[in-house]
Structure formats: structure tokens, C-alpha cells
């Protein structure tokens, strides 16, 4: 009886995908990328990784030379651009998850649509948070997306992930593994129904996805295939000193080779990747980063010159409802922006600075805060007033719904008018009187 051999799929390259140097090997040459790092934080632990360093589910070891704020992201891709004009993908891969840190990654992504509508636009998550984000990735034009999936089968993501926190719970073991699974494939499925292109990322990782002959990735393959994933990359894991795996062998080029020969059939395989930093400029084969590192550098430190650089307003609330914290009472603060479709959008929460540290507090409030115009709080003392009003966030006091507090910072003039309002008290009905002491 013959023996039919299963034939890796056609080499079709999707229409968005010919000028992605990641997605079409063929214009690795001549088609570039910059990668954004805009995105600090992580969600969760990999047992590999090595928070000083960038996320290594896209990235190689290696610290940026900065981290960018949105503003400060489009004008480094304005002056990258101008060196090296065949970038065609502008991408988010850390140094932490773009989608742990949605403010700044959605922010940056708006920033970049609105100059530069003909590029791709290209992110990397461990899908954790993305679910939440879906809409707004696709409506903000986002074209490419990576998800890492390591495996399908949670008593192996148990022994992978350390713990993934979820808002403000913490998930460690099986329980860790089965929600962030739950996740990579809602955000896999979620991403191809709004037809953007969709890599999977799978670090091999020797004696943990690699066990019965390679069984568990090949298992990924499969899924990756049921869900219509378009690329997958199996990156050999390296070992890093001080992590759990720091001691495991690095999988070989030839074992690679032969998984990826074996599960081709299933989804394509990326042959090309380079490992890029979250700083990564230039085409894969010809990387500027070090280059252009000064570049990076000098923006990370350029100033904000006016409200738009100051997209966001931080509110202090109790139940999410109304505007009634005292300053100091704060744990957390929601940060709000426009809504795409109108409107207002809670965007994240921010954890604020422990209470006790002196004066210090208030200036790691400020930098907490430094993408916020203004900071909608029940009352405030005139230390942190001070404080944050010379950094450029307006601190202002407030009574009522958040959203009435919140047109009237977005609205014409609003800063101006929360600041002229600060003598008076009270009186606003719904909205921010901007005393500064409390209404
Ligand atoms: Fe590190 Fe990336 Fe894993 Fe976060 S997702 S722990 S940054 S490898
Ligand atoms: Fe996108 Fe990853 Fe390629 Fe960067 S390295 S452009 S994030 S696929």
C-alpha cells in the first residue's frame, strides 16, 4: 500500500504579508522594521525569563537603550524613519507585554495610524490581557499580531509559567496555566475573526514541551492550524543565569530543524527569525539598533510640549462610578482616555505609590502619572499639589459622576477652565469644581 507523505502547505503569501520582513522571508532584504518600546511591564513569570532583560518570547536577551513614552515613540519613528526609509512594519514587542501596558501601547499605536496610515503595524503579546483589547488592536489598524503559545496542555504550562496575574489576582500552577491557555487561544481566534495576519510564537524548551518526542509542540501546531494561524516560529529557548531554566541545555540547530520539517505540514514555519530586541531598527539581516540606540535615547528624554503629549486623566475612585478619593487615600487610579468611538475609555489601573515614603511619594506619583493632563481626586493636600502641578499633571478636586468630571478635562479649553475654577467651591453640581482642596 503506498504511503502518502503530508506536503507542507503552498507558500501563499497573504496581500498585507509581502511587505512584512517577518511573515515574507522574501522581503527580509529589503523591507525593514522598528520596534516601539513602549511597554515596560509584564503580567506574567516565564521560567526563562529575566526581568532585566527584554521579553524573550520575541526578543534576544538585551536591554533597550530606553523606554519611550507615546509621544516620545512617534517622534523617534519620525527621525527613524528619515535614516532608514525601508522600514515598512512598526511594531510593539516590550521590553515587557505591549497589552500589560494598554495605555501606552494603545496610545502609541493612535499616535502612529494617524502619521503614518500606509504602515503595517505589528505587536507581540503572551495574550494575556489581549482579549479585552481585540476592538480597539483592530480599529487602530493593527495588521500583524504575535501570540506565544508554549503549549496547549496545562500541566505543562504549570511547569512553565512561575505565576500570571490577572488585574489583581495572582495565579500560580495549574490554575496559572489554564487561564493564560484560555487566553492565547481567544486572543489567536479573536485576531483572525478581524482579519489581522497571526503568528504563534513556541519556545522549545528541552524536557518540557519537547517530552514524547516532541509531542506537546506538535500538539500547538495542530491548534495553531484548527485556528487558521498564518506563521509559526519555534525559537529554541536560551538558557538564562537565574532563572528556573538557566540550567537547561539550549535545544540544537539540527533538532530545530527536524521539528519544524516535521510539523511544517500543519502551519508554515518561520526560518528567518533573528531574535530582535525591543528596541530592534533596520532590516533582520542588518540590524541599526546600536546605531540608532542614541537616537532612542535622546527622544526617551524629550519633554512633553503640550496637552496632546498628555493623553490621559487619572481618576480616584471607590467604586468606578464617582469621582470620591482623597488624594492620599488612593491604592490604585484609573486611568481614562477618548474613546475611539466617542466617549470615554477606562484604559487600565495604575497601583499608586506605597503611603509613608515622604515627599518621595508624591514625586513617583508625578512620574506614575506623567502621561496624565490632569488627576481627578475628592481633595488633595498642597504638598502634592504642588508636586504634581509643577510636572504637569493638574491636580483637581472634584464631586460627582466621573464622566461629567471627565468632559469637562477633554472639553475646549478644559484645563484653563479647571484651572479659573479653582477659587471657587462647590457649585459645579456633577463636575470638577478644580478647587484643589476638596469641595
Ligand atoms: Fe518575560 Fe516576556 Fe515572559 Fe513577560 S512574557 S515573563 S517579559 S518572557
Ligand atoms: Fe512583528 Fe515580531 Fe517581526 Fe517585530 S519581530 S516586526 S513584533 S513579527
Known sequence: MQTIIPSAPLAVVDPKSVKHPCFNKE???????????????????????NRKYDCVNESRPGVTSGILKPFQALEYTRQVLDKEPRITVIGIAGPGDPMANPAETLETMRLIRKEYPHMLFCLSSNGLAMPEYLDDLASLGVTHATVTLNTVDPAI????????????????????????????????????????????????????????????????????????????????????????????????????????????????????????????????CNDRSTELGGVLSACSKLA????SDRPYVAVATREGLLVNLHLGEAKRFQIW????????????????????????????????????????????GEAPRAILTERGTLPAACSGFIEDALALAYGEDGLARLEALKARRGGLGKSCCGSGDGC
Not at 512633553?304 to 496637552?307: C, I, S
Request: glycine residues 10%; aromatic residues 4%; proline residues 6%.
Open 157 to 284: 504550562g504549570a511547569n512553565i509559567y512561575a505565576w500570571v496575574r490577572d488585574g489583581n489576582v495572582v495565579y500560580r500552577g495549574q490554575a496559572a496555566a489554564e487561564l493564560i491557555l484560555g487566553r492565547q487561544l481567544e486572543s489567536i481566534a479573536g485576531l483572525k475573526s478581524r482579519g489581522l495576519a497571526v503568528k504563534v510564537n513556541t519556545i522549545v524548551i528541552p524536557g518540557v514541551n519537547t517530552i514524547d518526542n516532541n509531542a506537546p509542540i506538535k500538539a500547538v501546531a495542530e491548534k495553531a492550524r484548527e485556528l487558521g494561524v498564518d506563521l509559526m516560529n519555534c525559537m529554541p529557548m536560551h538558557p538564562t543565569a537565574g532563572t528556573p531554566f538557566g540550567e537547561l541545555a539550549e535545544p540544537g540547530k539540527e533538532a530545530v530543524h527536524a521539528l519544524r520539517a516535521e510539523i511544517g505540514h500543519m502551519v508554515p514555519q518561520m526560518t528567518h527569525c533573528r531574535r530582535c530586541r525591543a528596541d530592534a531598527v533596520g532590516l533582520l
Open 304 to 307: 512633553p510640549q503640550n496637552q
Open 337 to 380: 482616555g477618548l474613546a475611539e468611538s466617542g466617549g470615554f475609555r477606562m484604559i487600565e489601573e495604575r497601583l499608586a505609590p506605597s503611603a509613608g515614603c515622604g515627599p518621595s511619594r508624591w514625586e513617583d506619583l508625578a512620574r506614575l502619572l506623567s502621561d496624565c493632563r490632569a488627576v481627578l481626586v475628592s481633595a488633595l
Open 27 to 49: 522581503s527580509s532584504g529589503t523591507c525593514g522594521r522598528v520596534h516601539l518600546p513602549v511597554a515596560p511591564k509584564c503580567n506574567i513569570q516565564c521560567n526563562y525569563c
